[in-house]
């Protein structure tokens, strides 16, 4: 049985910085990929950042140059170091990660990111 527990969110003024970390419980293996995923009050969940295994990681354009995924594989656990921190990045931020042969991706509670102005 797989779970996923994030940790690391919080309040933050703008400017801050904070840094999530997601690790992955049961017997999982190595993901073929890990990342996180964010949602905003009356928008839809969208990408921030992954990382594949033995691959490049890609962001998504509002978090470039802010923000860095790094994972520790023998851990099993993904981070997500948020500098330059805007309002505009709160959200409830999701750890998500991928293996193969899974049908599902696998999905954490998620931990809120508020940033104030």
């Known amino acids: 049985q797989v779970q996923l527990v994030e940790s690391g969110g919080g309040l933050v003024q703008a400017g801050g910085s904070l840094r999530l970390s997601c690790a992955a419980s049961?017997?999982?293996?190595?993901?073929?990929?890990m990342g996180w995923y964010r949602q905003a009050p009356g928008k839809q969940r969208e990408l921030v950042a992954t990382?594949?295994?033995?691959?490049?990681?890609n962001y998504a354009d509002s978090v470039k140059g802010r923000f860095t995924i790094s994972r520790d594989y023998n851990k099993n656990t993904v981070y997500l170091q948020m500098n330059s921190l805007k309002p505009e990045d709160t959200a409830v931020y999701y750890c998500?990660?991928?293996?193969?042969?899974?049908?599902?991706?696998?999905w954490g509670q998620g931990t809120q990111v508020t940033v104030s102005s």
């Open positions: 998500n990660a991928a293996r193969w042969g899974d049908a599902s991706d696998y």
């Open positions: 049961g017997s999982a293996g190595i993901f073929r990929s």
């Open positions: 990382r594949s295994s033995g691959g490049n990681p």
